[in-house]
Each structure stands twice: as C-alpha cells, then as structure tokens.
C-alpha cells in the first residue's frame, strides 16, 4: 500500500523560511515525477514546483526565486526549501508522487497535506 506523508509546515512571520518534506513508501519500483501543490481557502489547487526523475525542476512564476524544490530518491523524499515567504503563500501544501509501475501506466497519488501560514 502506497503511503504519502508530508511534514514540516507551521506558522511563520513573513520574510522566514520553512522546509517541507514529503515521503513516500510502499513503492516497489521507483518514482517518475514528483511536485508540490498548494490550496489556499476558497481558491483551487495550484501546481508549485515539480521535479523529475531526471532532476528538472518549474516552479510557478509566483514563487521563483524564493522557493526550490530537491528529491532524495534512495530516502523516496520530496523537498521544499521555502524562503522569503510572504502571506499570500499561506495555504494547504500537498506532496503528489507519480509511481512508475514496470511495463503497466504509471499511477498517482496524493499527500494528506500539510499547513502553512504566513503573518504578517
């Protein structure tokens, strides 16, 4: 069973810096594309960075510069090194994983989410 858990967010003033982490596990082949997403209150999910297998990263133009995503393959851990953050990057983070699954399509699945908010 494919487990996706996030950790690392809270409550940060802004102008701070926060990590988030995301592991995966019960993944007997490997992970294709992994990314992080985020949902503010009333608003849709939007896609915040990607890397993948290969390390290529996109970020959304809102957070280049301020943000970077990494992967630790061998830990199957997903980064994300937020920094300068400003209130508007208060919002649900979520962790995504595509599995590759040999010779069958490669599935996806989603984190529970982690919170952060930024004061002001």
């Known amino acids: 069973q494919v487990q996706v858990v996030e950790s690392g967010g809270g409550r940060v003033q802004a102008g701070g810096s926060l990590r988030l982490s995301c592991t995966a596990s019960g993944i007997i082949f490997s992970i294709r594309d992994m990314a992080w997403y985020r949902q503010a209150p009333g608003e849709q999910r939007e896609l915040v960075a990607s890397i993948s297998s290969s390390g290529s990263t996109k970020y959304a133009d809102s957070v280049k510069g301020r943000f970077t995503i990494s992967r630790n393959d061998a830990k199957m851990t997903l980064y994300l090194q937020m920094t300068s953050l400003k209130p508007e990057d208060t919002a649900a983070y979520y962790c995504?994983?595509?599995?590759?699954?040999?010779?069958?399509?490669?599935?996806?699945?989603w984190g529970q989410g982690t919170q952060v908010t930024v004061s002001s």
């Open positions: 995504n994983v595509d599995r590759a699954r040999g010779v069958l399509p490669s599935d996806n699945y």
